[in-house]
């Protein structure tokens, strides 16, 4: 019986798909998200971002703000398939909510503005998805508005994303009078009309029977291009079928080597029921991908998508609520029940889970089980952390973690109370076990609690809600960036003697060490260690102590104490004693001569740069300018975009605490700006250190 029934669940994997929606801010994400879930059914009514009502925005910090913040999980069902989608957020304080949602889909549908086309947040959440090997397809939003045009996005693709873009629609009218579009695989319209919620199908209209024969042939001569089979129907018959196309497309999408780009109109219901069919047709279904990798004691292991296999899962969100703490698990292999025991690989630690729920937003459904494939929430699990593998205890086995960034910008916080000192250190912990990408700490120079994040609206918001959520009254200061400290000018030859002798047994190290800055700071390689001792001289466990010993020493440089980054450092020689030297030994000594190189070489304030995309209307770009400039802004570029001016520039984070509110006094409430981590540079000697512009 239990055989029959993973044959049945198997079979059912073939049907589901695990996906994301990803974008820049307002290119319509939770619109197109709340459309899904209306056309399947999985809703009665369609909610709408301004009016506060929409399924995956549920928290009251984003109706308030109209943004997405935090991640959303539902699920609906389509043509016979089950779709769990994620909807992601779009600001660029939020990306490791993004990062976390990418680790666990198999594929993703990335969203883009018809009049903007690939805007900055596009560009990093395409660059996350490709380290995670997520497929995707595009869908071009917004057609219906002034300006927009389906080839210009389509271009933008091109240029910005490297990838070719392969158009499987061509729009029937622009801008007001966008109703529909032509299907080029099946040669079909698709128009809606008025308040109909499901499109209408006909011929292609005669005005665009033309053009759509050749943005066919377009497509057909693209994808031959790029995938065998086609290009061999496409010599022999000088076309390709429908149904070729089809396979060749899904290829291409899975492989990466071409994104099949869908146009429509969210808001105003128009494309959404093909971009779905798409959905189907072209993304990857947990059989689809890859057997995920795992290791367990040095040994890689591989875990297919099969309800029969071992358990195996990645917590990849954990979130408190009025009924309890829920952890978001994406199953990979095997099945889960109900009061099963499972692993926390990590922390080598068993837990009971409770209950299995089936996630719609804020609501759930109890089930019974989850099997491979699956993305659902459980109760019942006290300290599993974002980012551990639970596993079979039988069978274990441990996921790479999602990466999680630097935070860039820290605010002193406090309640204001000292009753509520308890409550609000216990607030601070749970925020930080929900959100990996804020840090909490304790200055010990002034012994403040320190809140560190990857934005000003990524603190503001978590201020807020422990504001709204605990029921405590806090006080934050204002928030200060993270500096870093880099070498200038290093030294050679540095020699270090570490000898301690206090009755027994000794330490004695002895070592000299070449240090250098690296070529770039702030990149990928912050520090770089190497030996060239020869002979012998210092045995290779002691090498490695040297190392660790460089890397404590890193933590605070000698400017500000601030961490060191982009140095080069060098074990050149050393020596032991037979008795007194140690791992220990070496390691303190390597700590010891790296502090005193920095001290005695050249060592420059590093401040972190942001990358800053302005949109603002052609009247008013004089004023930002100026005020950009006076920020210490350097402007890398400007484009004239219908009526408006998008500037691109970078500038110290530092110069943006309180940008948005003269940007909006400067532009009449017009103008809009978007910001996202560009590497460190030096802080310049006429600059007051820690005293930003306002």
């Known amino acids: 019986m239990r055989t029959n029934l993973n044959h049945h669940l198997t079979d059912q994997l073939t049907g589901v798909r695990n996906l994301g929606i990803l974008a820049h801010v307002d290119a319509g994400k939770t619109t197109i998200t709340e459309r899904i879930l209306y056309i399947t059914g999985a809703t009665y009514k369609r909610g709408e971002v301004h009016d506060g009502t929409t399924v995956t925005d549920f928290d009251s910090q984003e109706r308030d703000r109209g943004i997405t913040i935090f991640a959303a999980a539902v699920s609906c069902a389509w043509d016979g398939h089950r779709i769990n989608l994620i909807d992601t957020p779009g600001h660029v304080d939020f990306s490791d909510e993004v990062e976390r949602s990418l680790r666990v889909l198999d594929g993703a549908i990335a969203v883009f503005d018809g009049v903007a086309g690939v805007e900055p947040q596009s560009e990093s959440v395409w660059r996350q998805a490709d380290r995670y090997g997520v497929p995707r397809i595009a869908f071009v939003n917004k057609l219906d508005r002034a300006g927009a045009d389906l080839d210009t996005a389509a271009e933008s693709i091109r240029e910005r994303l490297r990838v070719v873009p392969l158009v499987v629609q061509l729009p029937i009218g622009r801008e007001d009078g966008f109703t529909g579009v032509v299907d080029l695989l099946r040669m079909r319209s698709l128009v809606w009309t008025g308040d109909r919620d499901t499109p209408r199908e006909g011929t292609v209209p005669d005005t665009l029977r033309e053009e759509a024969y050749r943005r066919r042939r377009l497509l057909e001569e693209a994808v031959a291009e790029l995938h065998p089979m086609a290009l061999e129907e496409f010599c022999a018959e000088s076309a390709i079928s429908a149904q070729t196309l089809a396979v060749a497309l899904r290829d291409l999408t899975r492989t990466g080597e071409g994104v099949p780009v869908l146009c429509g109109s969210a808001y105003r219901n128009r494309g959404i029921e093909p971009l779905l069919d798409a959905v189907t047709a072209y993304l990857p279904s947990p059989t689809n991908v890859p057997a995920v990798r795992g290791t367990w004691d040095g040994a890689v292991r591989e875990r297919a998508a099969d309800p029969a296999a071992p358990f195996a899962a990645l917590a990849f969100k954990v979130s408190s609520t009025a009924t309890g703490r829920l952890t978001y698990l994406r199953v990979y292999s095997g099945t889960i029940r109900r009061g099963d025991a499972v692993l926390d690989a990590g922390a080598r630690r068993t837990e009971r889970v409770g209950r299995i729920l089936r996630v719609q937003a804020d609501r759930h459904t109890e089930v019974d089980l989850a099997v491979a494939g699956d993305i659902v929430a459980v109760v019942g699990l006290k300290a599993v952390r974002t980012g551990a593998t639970l596993c079979a205890p039988a069978e274990p086995l441990l996921f790479e973690p999602p990466s999680v960034a ?42 403040q609690t320190v809140l560190s994040g990857m934005g000003e609206l990524h603190l503001e918001v978590a201020v807020e809600k422990i504001r709204r959520t605990h029921g405590l009254d806090v006080s934050a200061g204002r928030p200060q960036v993270a500096y870093r400290e880099t070498v200038v000018r290093g030294v050679s030859g540095l020699l270090y003697r570490h000898v301690k002798q206090e009755g027994g047994a000794g330490q004695f190290a002895h070592v000299v060490l070449d240090v250098e800055p690296l070529d770039a700071t702030g990149g990928a390689v912050d520090f770089v260690f190497h030996s060239t001792v020869v002979g012998g001289r210092v045995p290779r466990e002691y090498v490695r102590a040297v190392e660790a010993g460089c890397r404590d020493a890193l933590v605070e440089g000698p400017l500000g104490g601030h961490p060191v980054i982009g140095l080069r450092v060098t074990l050149t020689d050393g020596a032991t004693h037979a008795k007194d030297s140690s791992e220990m030994a070496f390691r303190t000594a390597g700590r010891l001569a790296l502090r005193e190189a920095l001290r005695t070489g050249v060592m420059a304030l590093l401040e972190p740069l942001a990358e800053v995309t302005v949109t603002v209307p052609d009247d008013a770009i004089g004023g930002v300018l100026g005020d950009l400039s006076a920020r210490r802004g350097r402007v890398s570029g400007s484009t004239a975009r219908a009526g408006t001016v998008v500037i691109t520039a970078t500038v110290p984070l530092a110069e943006l605490f309180g940008y948005a509110t003269r940007l909006r006094s400067r532009t009449q409430g017009r103008g809009t700006f978007t910001t996202r981590p560009s590497g460190y540079a030096p802080v310049p000697s006429t600059v007051s250190y820690g005293t930003p512009s306002r």
């Open 406 to 447: 630097d935070p860039v910008v820290s605010m002193a916080v406090e309640a204001r109370r000292s009753t509520d000192t308890d409550r609000f250190a216990s607030a601070l912990a749970r925020l930080a076990e929900e959100d990996p990408s804020l840090v909490v700490r304790t200055d010990p120079e002034t012994g």
